[in-house]
Structures are given as C-alpha cells and as structure tokens.
T-cell receptor, first 115, second 117 residues
Framework: AQKVTQAQTEISVVEKEDVTLDCVYE???????LFWYKQPPSGELVFLIR??????QNEISGRYSWNFQKSTSSFNFTITASQVVDSAVYFC????????????FGTGTRLTIIP | DTGVSQDPRHKITKRGQNVTFRCDPI?????LYWYRQTLGQGPEFLTY????????KSRLLSDRFSAERPKGSFSTLEIQRTEQGDSAMYLC???????????????FGEGSRLTVL
C-alpha cells in the first residue's frame, strides 16, 4: 500500500521568511514518482513539480526548492522569501511507476503568509 | 486555450436524489481523471479515462457511481441515491499523456462541490 504523510497541518510565517513543508512517503515499489501540488483558495490544484525516484538531485525553481532523500523517504519543499501569494494548501503526492495512473495524495499543509 | 471546466460548481441536493457532474477537459487531452476531496483531506482517486475507455476505477467508486466519457471529450460523473457521505468536492483533471510521461502534470478544474442534506 502507498501512503503519503504531511504531518504539518497548518503553518504560518511572516512574509519574507523561509518555510519548509515536510512530506514523508511509504511505498513498496522500487520506482515511483513524487509530486507537489498547490491548491489556492479558488480550489484548482496547480502542479509544481514531479520527481522520479531514481533522480535524487535536488531542484530549485526561483524561490522554490525541493529536497528528495530516498534514504529517509522524504520529499520536502522549501519556499524562500515567502510572499502572501504563496498562501495556499500544498499537497505532496505519490504514484507507482507500474500500471496505474492513480496519485496518492497526502492530507495537505495549509500555509498562511502573514503580511 | 481554456482550462478544465466543471459544471455545476455547486450542487445542493437531498439524500436519495441523483446528481450528475460534467467535466470538459482541455481540448486534445486524451486522459481524464476524477478525484474526490473531502474537507481537510487530500484528493482521492476515483477513476481515469484514456479517450473513451475507462481504464481504472477505485474501490471508492461504489455501484452508485458511474462515469462516462462517450466521445472521448467531455465526461460525466453520476451519483445515484446520494448519501450524506457523498458530500465532497469532485475534481476533474486532464492531461495530454499519462503522469509518467513528460512532466506528469495534471491540469485540474476548480471542482464541483456537492452538499447532500
């Protein structure tokens, strides 16, 4: 069975602070994909990144960075110099590389950036 | 290019009634997905179509639920004999290829919120 745990239910930080959202996953598959999605108040989920399990390079995109550590089954997301527009619910998700198209999502972390 | 559109955005119904939701994917996206999201939870996979073929169904999709994509374009999700536990946001997503291809990005609509009284 696959499982994604986002232990932080809610986080609030003051604008311009850095913030890290944690994601821990469980899977028996040897190859898999990990994702982060953002859900702003309007409701539609917005894709941020996909990572293959065989590629452990960290990635940076502007103020966003992702730290994938297979040894600890974690795929953490850091926002640097946070802005009010970053306020949203962030979901981590997992997909097996075999067969199905199903994404297994975590319960999400609600991030509030205080101006 | 418009995004994924869903209709209606909100639906309030009484227990036992049938409801139908429609999803119009981004044109030329041959993959279409339905997810359900309850308050405070992440989306849960319901079903997936490649063109008009329904290739995957979750155990969450009881026999009261049926999804179709008759011409490989728009899709409908019908819930018969609604129960209060069906209250949720029903999300539709589309993609040009599967999540294992290219970026794996799914394009989500804004969802259809169902309230069963």
């Amino acid at each position: 069975a696959q499982k994604v745990t986002q232990a932080q239910t809610e986080i609030s930080v003051v604008e311009k602070e850095d913030v890290t959202l944690d994601c821990v996953y469980e899977t028996r598959d040897t190859t898999y994909y990990l994702f982060w999605y953002k859900q702003p108040p309007s409701g539609e989920l917005v894709f941020l990144i996909r990572r293959n399990s065989f590629d452990e390079q960290n990635e940076i995109s502007g103020r966003y960075s992702w730290n994938f550590q297979k040894s600890t089954s974690s795929f953490n997301f850091t926002i640097t110099a946070s802005q009010v527009v970053d306020s949203a619910v962030y979901f981590c998700a997992l997909k097996s590389n075999f067969g199905n198209e199903k994404l297994t999502f975590g319960t999400g972390t609600r991030l509030t950036i205080i101006p | 290019d418009t995004g994924v559109s869903q209709d209606p955005r909100h639906k309030i119904t009484k227990r036992g009634q049938n409801v139908t939701f429609r999803c119009d994917p981004i044109s030329e996206h041959n993959r279409l997905y339905w997810y359900r999201q309850t308050l405070g939870q992440g989306p849960e996979f319901l079903t997936y179509f490649q063109n008009e073929a329904q290739l995957e169904k979750s155990r969450l999709l009881s026999d009261r639920f049926s999804a179709e994509r008759p011409k490989g374009s728009f899709s409908t999700l019908e819930i018969q004999r609604t129960e209060q536990g069906d209250s949720a946001m029903y999300l539709c997503a589309s993609s040009p290829l599967g999540v294992a291809a290219t970026t794996g990005e799914l394009f989500f609509g804004e969802g259809s919120r169902l309230t069963v009284l």
